[in-house]
């Protein structure tokens, strides 16, 4: 079975510029979070969706920065406008429900950088 | 102060050694820990988990629970150079979500 599918792999973008991070988990997930990682803060969890709902964005940084979980494959980050600080690593998760079980499974990554 | 705490090393051991990594934490009512492993570049990987006090093996790792210290640990028995990663610390306070530790970074030499 396929792992969780992310796009693009890299970007790079220019300050004030939006910014669309694609996400599909493995099937049958009913689980999907959106981290970011630096070298300064680690990884920190953006955003979670519970069978297409949002259940907790309380890390969301600012309004600058929406998600949206259409349907149960899909699942994108925006950012808008990008800003240099924004610049990282963005890292799609899936998991299954279900006990007591919460292990994630990552997708391989968005390297952002913003100029 | 954060809440998950490990140090960032680097760890260095040589190659048949133990590592031993740690990691604290201050939620008391933290029910799961998880020890996920990240090659340079990659994406985290899941390596263990445990959610009671006590010792858990799995090949050469053993993750450790003290749930009255709030500390979690891995071992690592007879190290090897493809162990050389950083190794996060992850702590589920709630219901599915999870804080991860910054993570340390363990360097075996051959």
């Known amino acids: 079975d396929a792992g969780v599918i992310q796009s693009p792999r890299h970007e790079v973008t220019e300050m004030g510029q939006e910014v669309t991070l694609r996400c599909k988990p493995i099937s049958g997930h009913d689980y999907l979070f959106w981290y970011r990682q630096t070298m300064m803060r680690g990884l920190e969890l953006l955003i979670y969706?519970?069978?297409?709902?949002?259940?907790?964005d309380s890390g969301m940084p600012e309004d600058r920065f929406s998600a949206k979980m259409p349907n149960a494959s899909f699942s994108t980050l925006k950012i808008q406008p990008s800003e240099p600080r924004d610049s990282a690593v963005y890292f799609c998760?899936?998991?299954?429900?279900?006990?007591?079980?919460?292990?994630?499974?990552f997708g391989p990554g968005t390297r952002l950088t913003v100029l | 102060q954060k809440e998950v705490e490990q140090n960032s090393g680097p760890l260095s051991v040589p190659e048949g050694a133990i590592a031993s990594l740690n990691c604290t934490y201050s939620?008391?009512?933290?029910?799961?820990f998880f020890w996920y492993r990240q090659y340079s570049g990659k994406s985290p990987e899941l390596i263990m988990f445990?959610?009671?006090?006590g010792d858990k093996e799995d090949g050469r790792f053993t993750a450790q629970l003290n749930k009255a210290s709030q500390y979690v640990s891995l071992l690592i028995r007879d190290s090897q150079p493809s162990d050389s990663a950083t190794y996060l610390c992850?702590?589920?306070?709630?219901?599915?979500?999870?804080?991860f530790g910054t993570g340390t970074r363990l360097l075996v030499s051959p």
């Open positions: 445990i959610y009671s006090n």
């Open positions: 992850a702590v589920a306070p709630g219901f599915q979500k999870l804080v």
């Open positions: 969706f519970n069978n297409n709902v949002p259940i907790d």
């Open positions: 939620d008391r009512g933290s029910q799961s």
């Open positions: 998760a899936s998991s299954p429900s279900g006990g007591a079980s919460i292990k994630q499974f």
